[in-house]
């Protein structure tokens, strides 16, 4: 596509539940990033890829978050056990060559 | 960790007036990016500064690199609505040419018409 997707757009989801949020990159961009972004703040950095290979995690937050990217395209964030304080933006980013980001929509997740 | 910081966090004009977002860092930053963030949307790339100095201009807008490499500045001349949104600096993790990006706290410029 002409540029990054996610899905969903909103997720609601009650606590304790876990939740798959998706992330489709622009097509031969090598660097996939997701990011957190809470109201009137920056985003925050989660963890990034390069190709399938896992680069960076060390802004997860703790073991409940984990992601994926297995063939080098699209990935995919799990937060297992979900909590209040798990609401925010997520956001998913890939980059070109500059390393200039191109940001998706994000997902809005509400934990209830 | 490598931290910018972002100044005004909030800045109100009149349609037509001038604006400057102030990015800065105790340390020497290896590069800055900025993004806009309109109400409700995505950051959105604007460009990217890397030697000491440097001056880029993309209209209106004019974006500073400082000769210690500790700051940047993001100015907008004449201000219209469409310049409403929040502006963030960025810098990306250093010694590496691809990586995360640190992002600073962003200065929300709003334009009265």
């Known amino acids: 596509g002409a540029g990054v997707s996610q899905s969903p757009r909103y997720k609601v989801t009650k606590r304790g539940q876990d939740v798959a949020l998706r992330c489709d990159p622009i097509s031969g961009h090598v660097s996939l990033y997701w990011y957190r972004q809470a109201l009137g703040q920056g985003p925050e950095f989660l963890t990034y890829?390069?190709?399938?290979?896992?680069?960076?995690k060390s802004g997860l937050p703790n073991d409940r978050f984990s992601a994926e990217r297995p063939e080098g395209s699209i990935s995919t964030l799990t937060i297992q056990r979900t909590e209040q304080r798990d609401s925010a933006m997520y956001r998913c980013?890939?980059?070109?060559?500059?390393?200039?980001?191109?940001f998706g929509p994000g997902t809005r997740l509400t934990v209830l | 960790g490598q931290q910018v910081m972002q100044i005004p966090q909030y800045q109100h004009v009149q349609e037509g007036e001038d604006f400057t977002t102030y990015c800065n860092s105790s340390?020497?930053?290896?590069?800055i990016q900025w993004y806009k963030q309109r109400p409700g949307g995505h950051p959105v790339f604007l460009i990217q500064l890397v030697k000491s100095g440097e001056v880029k201009k993309q209209k209106r807008l004019t974006f500073q690199f400082g000769e210690a490499k500790k700051n940047s500045s993001l100015h907008i001349t004449a201000t219209q609505t469409t310049d409403v949104g929040t502006y963030f600096c960025a810098e990306a993790d250093r010694g590496s040419t691809l990586g995360r990006l640190y992002f600073g706290r962003g200065t929300q410029l709003t334009v009265w018409p």
């Open positions: 980013a890939s980059s070109g060559p500059l390393n200039e980001q191109f």
């Open positions: 890829f390069n190709y399938e290979a896992q680069q960076d």
């Open positions: 340390t020497t930053l290896s590069n």
